[in-house]
C-alpha cells in the first residue's frame, strides 16, 4: 500500500528527468510539450471513437498521457518557481496530496464519454491559451500561476471522466522516466546467472569480423572466435547495399549489454538445454527470429541518422526504446529497462560505424562489465 502522493513531492521527482531546462527560451520547450501531450489524448479519444474496440490497451494509453500531460505541467511550474500544490489551491506552505483532489476510486473505461470529450476540448484550450501568451507570461509569475492552476482543474476533470486516477498516472509517470533515465543504474541480473557454466554465455570474449570480396566481386563477412570461423559468410542480402552484412555486431551488442542473445547463444552452442522449457521457450528458433527482428528495425531506423553518431545516453528516441522492448514480450528479456536497451543500441552502432570505415575490427566483449568495444584488427 503507498502513502498518499503529494504534489509537491511528484513535482520533485518529476524535475529530477527535466531535459528541457537551459534549452530553447524559457518555457518554450516545456509548453511546446504540455500542448504536444494534450493533442495526443486528443487523438486516442478519436481513434478510440472511430475504431471502437480496435484500439488495444486505450485505457493504459489514457492513463500514460494524462501522466505525461502532468510532467510537463509541473515542469512549467517549477521553471517559474511555483509549487504544483499551490495550483492545486493550497494556500499554506505545505503539500497537498492528490488523493485530497480526487478522492475517489478509479473504474475501468470503455469507452470516451461525452462529457470527457468536453473536457479534454477544455483543456486543449487553456492550453492554447497558456501558448499563445508565454512570451507575456515569463515576466507575470501571477498571471503565469492562474493560467496554469486552470490546466490543472481541466486535467483532474480530465481523469475524473475517465475514471482513472491523477495520482495513478503521476506514479507510472515517474516509474517511466527511472526506466527511461534513472538516477542510479543498477545492472539486472545475469539470465544465466543460476546456470551450469558451459551453459552461460561467455562472460569474456573476442570476435574478429573482416570483409572479404569473392571471385565475382562480391564482398561478404567472416567472422572467427579463437581461430575458429563462427557462423556463415555474409552479404546485406538488399538490393541496394547498406554494409548490413556486418550486423552480428548488434548481437554482440545485446549480448555484452543485456546478457541476452538467442542468436548468439545458438552460434556459440550455449543454449540452456538443463531446462527443456528454457531452451524452446527463450532458446529457441523464435526467440532468436525476435532478436533479428529488433535488430532489422533498429538499423532501418539508425540508417537515417547517421547510425546514432551524435547521439548520447538519454537522447534516442522514447518511442523507438519502447517499440524495441514490446518486440520481446514474452521473454525473459522484456523486464530489461530502456535505458539498458539504449546502452546496448549505442554500443552496436558505435561498432558498426567502426566496421562501415575500416572494414575489419576486433570486437570485445566484457559482460560482467555490460560494454562492447572495438579495435584495430590487424592485417
Known sequence: MYLPLGLNEYQALAARSDRTRNKGNGFDLPVLGLVGEVGSLLSEVKKRQRDHAAIVGYEQTVLEELGDTLWYLAIIADHAGIPLAVLGGSEAEGD??????????????????????????????????????????????????????????????????????????????????????????????????????????????????????????????????????????????????????FHDVFHYAYLAVLGWSPVTRALLKRKRKSQTRVDEGEDGARATLIEEGIATYVFGIAKDFDFFADQKPGDLNLTMLKNVRQFARGYEVYQTPLWLWEEAILQGNHAFRYLREKRRGRVKLDVEKRSLSIEELPE
Not at 470529450?117 to 507575470?140: P, Q
Not at 539470465?191 to 573482416?210: A, K
Open 96 to 245: 497537498l496530496s492528490f488523493s485530497s483532489l480526487q478522492p475517489q476510486h478509479s473504474l475501468p473505461m470503455n469507452t470516451p464519454s461525452a462529457q470527457f470529450e468536453k473536457t479534454l476540448l477544455r483543456l486543449t484550450a487553456a492550453t492554447g491559451e497558456l501558448a499563445s501568451t508565454v512570451d507575456v507570461a515569463h515576466g507575470d509569475v501571477p498571471q503565469l500561476k492562474i493560467r496554469l492552476a486552470k490546466i490543472l482543474t481541466h486535467l483532474l476533470q480530465a481523469a475524473n471522466d475517465s475514471d482513472v486516477l491523477l495520482e495513478d498516472a503521476a506514479r507510472a509517470n515517474i516509474q517511466k522516466a527511472e526506466d527511461r533515465w534513472p538516477q542510479v543504474r543498477v545492472y539486472p541480473t545475469l539470465f544465466d546467472q543460476d546456470f551450469p557454466s558451459d551453459e552461460q554465455l561467455p562472460r569474456l570474449l573476442e570476435i574478429d569480423i573482416y570483409e572479404r570480396e569473392a571471385s565475382n566481386d562480391k564482398r561478404y563477412v567472416l567472422q572467427s572466435c579463437r581461430g575458429l570461423f563462427i557462423g556463415d559468410r555474409l552479404t546485406d542480402n538488399i538490393m541496394e547495399p547498406d554494409d548490413y552484412r
